[in-house]
């Protein structure tokens, strides 16, 4: 499916994307809050990733497979969120 792919290519991009920020970056303030999104973006691929195996397959196999990324894939994107709101009040702390 076109939206499978699409998804997964963008989501991977944005983790790309966000650990190179990462690197350029000197503020570790602003470093965790990066990686926090990070960790939103990596979740997001894995659990599409295994949606769009099970979808392709459709095998018992696959299904465990699946539902084994989405577990991965959902726990770091809920702990990415949680990192995500705890740096970003941080952020707004410092800067008043």
Do not use: W
């Amino acid at each position: 499916m076109p939206l499978f792919i699409t998804l997964i290519v963008v989501t991977f991009v944005l983790y790309i994307f966000f650990k190179v920020q990462i690197l350029r970056s000197k503020d570790t303030l602003y470093m965790h809050f990066t990686n926090a999104k990070a960790r939103m973006a990596l979740g997001g691929f894995l659990s599409i990733f295994g949606m769009n195996q099970y979808y392709y397959y459709q095998t018992q196999l696959a299904l465990f497979i699946c539902i084994a990324f989405l577990v991965l894939g959902i726990a770091q994107i809920v702990y990415g969120y949680k990192l995500f709101k705890h740096y970003r009040g941080e952020m707004i702390r410092l800067s008043d």
